[in-house]
């Protein structure tokens, strides 16, 4: 894996104005951050709805345009450019969209629809039948599938659709917005075992935006956890779910499903309430919610690193009240 980035996101904000076209408020969707990807890596983005991952993932692709900071990709910076000089860069960055029946057109077949980035971008002679065949059997799919129509389709097969569609013009980074939402937990495995061997077969760089922390254990070489659209974590996947250091982390890897029946499970609950982006706390955003919470916690925000937190956990920390009714 090479040690020079493919995606560079540093400091990036996106606001949206509120109170009508008079106004001069606004909201941070992303509130300023940073990371890198590097080739053959996949990092995940993860945090509950509303937290931004979206928002940063169409910034990425320059489907939303950002407020402040730079991306750059391959070497180059793509966060000014306009929609035709876009278009060579989404060659090389291809997203997959959340709803995996929904993001394809049901006026088009199956073979339409993976060869469809060769009609936007030019096919340069290629012989549209066999790529379809080729793009099909990549992602495990049958070539009698090409005259298919998407609502013929299982949540499963039309994700593999997705994927296909995704990788026709053999970009560097795809970017997966909820690669198994709405998937059974058996078909979730599946797609993700096909994004692993695609992402060594081609060499393709991964970002992955989830809710489910299943999917990052299984994908993700590095994490970084997004609350109100910051990074409040940021490390090795590994080490993260081996030992969060922000409670927030903490929470959510305690609210993982775990299969073991024996297992003791003691679970961090959170007050459900999460802030308004129109209000947010003051001092760590994260302090109305924090079972670990102190007074500095409340005025002073914490410093910027890759844990933004005052009072990091220690490896298997419990909250107090756990540790009360010890």
């Known amino acids: 894996m090479s040690d020079d980035p493919i995606l560079s996101v540093d400091d990036v904000q996106v606001s949206f104005p509120v109170g009508g076209l008079a106004s001069r408020s606004a909201i941070l969707g992303v ?22 991952k979206t928002t940063l993932a169409r910034a990425i692709n320059g489907l939303q345009e950002i407020s402040a900071g730079s991306i750059t990709f391959e070497g180059g910076r793509i966060d000014r450019l306009g929609k ?3 278009k060579p860069i989404r060659k090389r960055m291809s997203m997959m969209f959340q709803d995996p029946v929904g993001s394809l057109s049901p006026r088009m ?17 290629r012989d549209l039948r066999a790529e379809t065949e080729r793009l099909l059997s990549l992602v495990g799919l049958p070539a009698n599938f090409a005259s298919r129509y998407p609502h013929q389709l299982s949540g499963g097969q039309a994700r593999r659709v997705g994927v296909a569609r995704a990788i026709a013009l053999d970009p560097a980074l795809v ?35 989830t809710h489910n ?27 993260m779910f081996s030992a969060p250091c922000h409670p927030y982390t903490a929470a959510l890897l305690s609210a993982n499903p ?13 007050p459900a309430e999460v802030p308004s982006l129109l209000s947010r706390p003051s001092g760590c955003e994260f302090h109305t919610r924090c079972p670990w919470a102190q007074e ?19 490896p298997g920390a419990r909250p107090p009240e756990l540790e009360s009714a010890r």
């Open 31 to 52: 509130a300023g951050v940073s990371f890198q990807v590097r080739p053959g890596e996949t990092f995940a983005l993860v945090g509950e709805s509303g937290s931004g």
């Open 258 to 270: 775990e299969p073991d029946p024996d297992k003791v499970h003691d679970r961090i609950t959170l």
């Open 296 to 314: 500095t916690c409340k005025t002073v925000p914490p410093p910027p690193g890759d844990v933004t937190c005052h009072f990091p956990l220690a």
């Open 109 to 125: 077949t199956v073979g339409d629809l993976v060869t469809e980035p060769y009609r936007i971008h030019g096919s340069d002679g």
């Open 175 to 209: 970017i997966a917005d909820e690669p198994t939402a709405g998937l059974d937990v058996s078909v979730q495995g599946e797609v993700l075992n096909l994004l692993n061997d695609l992402r060594e077969r081609l060499g393709l760089a991964m970002v992955i935006i």
């Open 213 to 239: 922390l299943h999917v990052v254990h299984h994908v993700a070489d590095r994490t970084a956890v997004m609350y109100l659209g910051r990074f409040v974590e940021k490390g090795e996947t590994e080490a």
């Open 84 to 86: 035709r000089e876009m």
